[in-house]
């Protein structure tokens, strides 16, 4: 990320914890960005939702939102957006919860300083690029499970609506599996017996 330009919203009504993270971003010269702020959650969803913001510093005592519910309310409405909480409670329970609601990150203000907030936004930035990821390759995957109803005899699969297919454009249509045709031992031996025999006497 070195030398990259990143765009920051801090949501927090603050204005001198606003300031203060103002200046300790200014002393990172490996991080060039931009400080945004919102000084209400409904102002800060708003500047979100017109893009162009990399990561969101979040406070959780706002004057129109306060607690764990601050979060949730900006990821419902943010998915992907990654989110450091920013705060003056040192609750380790509210962080473990946070965390576990998608926050990157819980940074206690009275504990910050420059190397931990600039650490914890560059893990917060490609932490939530790396999720972006796989949930991407997680949509892109498809499976078969449960029963699949196929023929005794000439192995076609019936489908859920009755129709009946040969296996392999079954799997194909279900996966992302591909096939290569061959023809197995058995199979030679029973279709092309005579090309068989003569092969064995040369």
């Not at 070195?2 to 603050?14: F, K």
């Not at 990399?54 to 309310?73: C, I, N, Q, V």
């Not at 009755?162 to 029973?190: L, M």
Request: hydrophobic fraction near 40%.
């Amino acid at each position: 990320m070195n030398n990259q330009s990143i765009t920051i919203l801090y949501i927090e009504d603050n204005a001198a914890d606003v300031v203060l993270v103002q200046e300790m971003l200014a002393d990172e010269p490996n991080l060039i960005c931009v400080l945004e702020n919102s000084p209400r959650l409904a102002a800060g969803m708003e500047r979100l939702e017109a893009g162009g913001i990399d990561l969101t510093l979040l406070d959780l005592s706002l004057p129109d939102s306060h607690g764990l519910e601050t979060f949730l309310a900006l990821k419902n409405k943010m998915s992907g957006m990654p989110v450091i909480v920013m705060t003056g409670t040192d609750d380790e329970a509210l962080a473990v919860k946070a965390v576990q609601a998608g926050a990157q990150d819980y940074l206690v203000k009275r504990h910050l300083d420059t190397n931990l907030l600039v650490r914890a936004i560059r893990y917060a930035i490609e932490r939530e690029k790396l999720l972006a990821s796989l949930r991407q390759a997680s949509e892109q995957i498809k499976t078969l499970k449960g029963f699949i109803p196929i023929c005794a005899s000439c192995k076609n699969v019936r489908d859920d609506k009755g129709f009946w297919h040969q296996v392999e454009s079954y799997i194909s249509k279900h996966s992302d599996a591909e096939f290569s045709h061959g023809i197995c031992p058995d199979c030679a031996q029973k279709l092309y017996p005579d090309f068989l025999t003569k092969r064995g006497t040369e």
